[in-house]
């Protein structure tokens, strides 16, 4: 099975209208750098990892199927973390910034705890593209208001705490060096996801408090 120029590759290609910039401060940053974007055809194990369902949302968004993104609302756990990406920019850009901002950081924080997942770190350098494309506008945009962010952000762990992921974690794997070279996945075991699931969590709490802090004592501009 021949994926998409990798699922994120696609998705940037598709978004492309809007230069990537710098990731404004947000709770707790990768520094991994990110792997080439390059067409790859994964085998053994890459192979078997399904992202069919998010890989259609991405292309009926982008081919302007406003519908979907209702379909993804009554099934969000079904969808990887770059769909939802997606589709906050989506709704940044039509004044639901509140929304927006709810689903860029659980897709942050989901995509955060997939790559904490990988043994491969450079898995890592998919967060980063993803943050640094969907980041540039709606980062900012939520810094802005320290006290609305943190009720926002609240809501995201209240509710990915409640919520069954029903998407296979393991595409974050097709981003990562090894998809191009290696048939095994390094990941860890399935029994381990809800465990790390829990501890990124609270890493990326900790880092929204960090940086709320700061934020409340910088001097005024």
Same mark, same amino acid.
């Given at each position: 099975?021949?994926?998409?120029?990798?699922?994120?590759?696609?998705?940037?290609?598709?978004?492309?209208?809007?230069?990537?910039?710098?990731?404004?401060?947000?709770?707790?940053?990768?520094?991994?750098?990110?792997?080439?974007?390059?067409?790859?055809?994964?085998?053994?194990?890459?192979?078997?990892?399904?992202?069919?369902?998010?890989?259609?949302?991405?292309?009926?968004?982008?081919?302007?199927?406003?519908?979907?993104?209702?379909?993804?609302?009554?099934?969000?756990?079904?969808?990887?973390?770059?769909?939802?990406?997606?589709?906050?920019?989506?709704?940044?850009?039509?004044?639901?910034?509140?929304?927006?901002?709810?689903?860029?950081?659980?897709?942050?924080?989901? /995509? *955060?705890?997939? !790559?904490?997942? %990988?043994? +491969?770190?450079?898995?890592?350098?998919? #967060? =980063?593209?993803?943050?640094?494309?969907?980041?540039?506008?709606?980062?900012?945009?939520?810094?802005?208001?320290?006290?609305?962010?943190?009720?926002?952000?609240?809501?995201?762990?209240?509710?990915?705490?409640?919520?069954?992921?029903?998407?296979? /974690? *393991?595409?974050? !794997?097709?981003? %990562?060096? +090894?998809?191009?070279?290696?048939?095994? #996945? =390094?990941?860890?075991?399935?029994?381990?996801?809800?465990?790390?699931?829990?501890?990124?969590?609270?890493?990326?709490?900790?880092?929204?408090?960090?940086?709320?802090?700061?934020?409340?004592?910088?001097?005024?501009?």
């Amino acid at each position: 099975m021949k994926l998409y120029p990798l699922l994120l590759c696609g998705l940037l290609a598709a978004c492309s209208s809007q230069p990537p910039a710098e990731q404004a401060e947000a709770p707790a940053s990768d520094t991994t750098p990110s792997q080439t974007a390059q067409e790859v055809t994964p085998k053994g194990e890459f192979a078997q990892i399904d992202v069919s369902r998010s890989q259609q949302a991405m292309d009926a968004i982008t081919s302007g199927k406003g519908d979907t993104i209702n379909e993804i609302l009554k099934s969000p756990n079904d969808y990887a973390p770059p769909v939802l990406y997606l589709m906050s920019a989506i709704m940044f850009d039509n004044d639901y910034q509140d929304q927006a901002t709810f689903w860029y950081y659980a897709a942050q924080l989901r /995509a *955060r705890s997939d !790559a904490n997942k %990988s043994g +491969d770190k450079t898995a890592h350098g998919a #967060v =980063n593209q993803l943050n640094q494309r969907f980041g540039a506008r709606i980062a900012p945009a939520s810094l802005s208001n320290p006290d609305r962010l943190q009720s926002i952000v609240s809501q995201v762990l209240e509710w990915d705490s409640e919520q069954t992921r029903n998407y296979d /974690a *393991r595409w974050i !794997a097709l981003q %990562s060096k +090894d998809v191009v070279t290696e048939t095994k #996945v =390094n990941f860890m075991p399935r029994e381990k996801w809800q465990e790390i699931d829990a501890m990124t969590r609270n890493q990326f709490r900790q880092g929204l408090d960090k940086a709320l802090t700061r934020l409340r004592q910088a001097p005024a501009q």
